[in-house]
C-alpha cells in the first residue's frame, strides 16, 4: 500500500529534551516536506527537500532541523524544543509541489 | 498580511446545495493553485489541482482560477454529508521539486441531513 508514515503519532515531552519524529513514504517521491498546523494559522510548510542531500527552508524553520540521507526517509529533528514549537506535524511527498501525499500526523506537546 | 486568504467559516449549508469555497492571494508569481480536504483528525488529501486560470472539473468538484483578480474557488455541487471537512487551498510558484508550497487556513464546511 502507497503511503507515507510518521512516528510518533502522539508525544509529550520537556522543553530541551532533543527529539526526532521519523517520516518515510513508500512511493519513491522525490520531493518530501514538513509542515505544522496550528489554529488560525492552517498549515505552514517547515523544510522541503527536492532529493538526497539537497533540503531547503519553508516559511517557519527557527527551531528545527531536517536531513535527507536517503529517498525515502525525511526526519525532522527538534534540537532543543520549546512549548511554542507544541503543534500537530504532518510530513508530506510528492513529485512536486502540485501533488503532496500526507502522513497521519504527529501531536507534539512540549511542556 | 497573508500570502493566502481563506475564510475560516464554519459553513453550514443542507444536502444538496451547491458550496462556494474561496481564497485570494497577494503573490502574483504563484501558477500552480491545489485544494485539498482534509477529515478530522486525518492528514490533508488532494481533491484537485490546476495550473495558471481557468476552470478544471472532476464529478461534482469544480476548480477555478482567476489570476487577474488573484482569486481562486472550489465549487461542490449535490453537496453531501461526507463531504463535511475542513478544505485547504495552497499554492506554489512552480510544480517542480524545488518549490514552497503555501497553504491558506481552510475553511470548515459542514453539510447537514
Known amino acids: 500500500e502507497a503511503q507515507v508514515t510518521q512516528n510518533p503519532r502522539y508525544l509529550i515531552t520537556v522543553t530541551g529534551k532533543k527529539l526526532t519524529v521519523t517520516c518515510s513514504q513508500n512511493?519513491?517521491?522525490?520531493?518530501m516536506s514538513w509542515y505544522r498546523q496550528d489554529p488560525g494559522l492552517g498549515l505552514r510548510q517547515i523544510y522541503y527537500?527536492?532529493?538526497?542531500?539537497?533540503?531547503d527552508k519553508g516559511d517557519v524553520p527557527e527551531g528545527y532541523k531536517v536531513s535527507r540521507k536517503e529517498k525515502r526517509n525525511f526526519p525532522l529533528i527538534l534540537e532543543s524544543p520549546s512549548p511554542n514549537q507544541t503543534s500537530l506535524y504532518f510530513c508530506?511527498?510528492?513529485?512536486?509541489?502540485?501533488?503532496?501525499?500526507f502522513g497521519p500526523g504527529t501531536r507534539l506537546t512540549v511542556t | 498580511q497573508k500570502e493566502v486568504e481563506q475564510d475560516p467559516g464554519p459553513l453550514s449549508v443542507p444536502e444538496g446545495a451547491i458550496v462556494s469555497l474561496n481564497c485570494t492571494y497577494s503573490?502574483?508569481?504563484?501558477?500552480?493553485f491545489m485544494w485539498y480536504r482534509q477529515y478530522s483528525r486525518k492528514g490533508p488529501e488532494l481533491l484537485m489541482y490546476?495550473?495558471?486560470?481557468g476552470n478544471k472539473e472532476d464529478g461534482r468538484f469544480t476548480a477555478q482560477v482567476d489570476k487577474s483578480s488573484k482569486y481562486i474557488s472550489l465549487f461542490i455541487r449535490d453537496s453531501q454529508p461526507s463531504d463535511s471537512a475542513t478544505y485547504l487551498c495552497?499554492?506554489?510558484?512552480?510544480?517542480?521539486?524545488?518549490?514552497?508550497?503555501?497553504f491558506g487556513t481552510g475553511t470548515r464546511l459542514q453539510v447537514t441531513l
Open positions: 508530506a511527498s510528492g513529485q512536486g509541489t502540485y501533488e503532496q501525499y
Open positions: 512511493m519513491n517521491h522525490e520531493y
Open positions: 527537500s527536492m532529493n538526497v542531500e539537497v533540503t
Open positions: 503573490n502574483s508569481a504563484f501558477q500552480y
Open positions: 490546476t495550473y495558471s486560470s
Open positions: 495552497a499554492m506554489s510558484a512552480n510544480t517542480g521539486t524545488a518549490s514552497k508550497l503555501t
